[in-house]
């Protein structure tokens, strides 16, 4: 009987030591930030259908939306984000929790997709860097620390919007 209750008490206490280590871990990658940059463009007339930015201009206040999927293919996270003056977005992943750190790593589980542009001369989507089949991350070896804050940057695209209209071009 002394047997049983010392196992029984050897097994709670392993149990809320392991507990204990498991909320230590989940409040330390809480603390970590997730971000995500790249420019979203308007690519020029005599490049479209191709890869090419040569000749492309940023837009201003695009919308790009960021997915993230589970181990299983089910969404666990997106949100809409907003280019600023220069074409250029800084996406805060607020919220994002990875539940299993190597299967629901960002750099497996979050695309970047083409949402809209403001422009109406240049609002069609390419698939340039899969701008509509969701463009994958890149670590690039980029880490902030500030005070009470840490982010890993990933980048993403760069993206393209393609004109809704280009004359023809003439053979001289």
Known sequence: MAFQKLCFLSTLLLLLA????ETTQASYESEVEVVVEGMVYCQSCNRTGSWSL????PIPSAKIGIVCKDYKGRVSFYKDFITNE?????????????????????IQSCTVH??????????????LNNGIDGSPLR??????SGENYQAVVYAAGPLAFRPSYCPAMTHQ
């Not at 040569?54 to 201009?57: H, K, Q």
């Not at 977005?89 to 750190?101: C, I, P, Q, T, V």
């Open 18 to 21: 392991f507990t204990a280590f």
């Open 54 to 57: 040569t000749g492309a201009e």
């Open 86 to 106: 220069n074409g250029y977005f800084y996406a805060e992943l607020k919220g994002f929790r990875m539940k299993h750190y190597y299967l629901d790593h960002p």
């Open 114 to 127: 083409l949402v809209y542009s403001p422009k109406p001369e240049c609002n069609l989507l390419t698939n």
């Open 139 to 144: 670590y690039e070896k980029k880490k902030l």
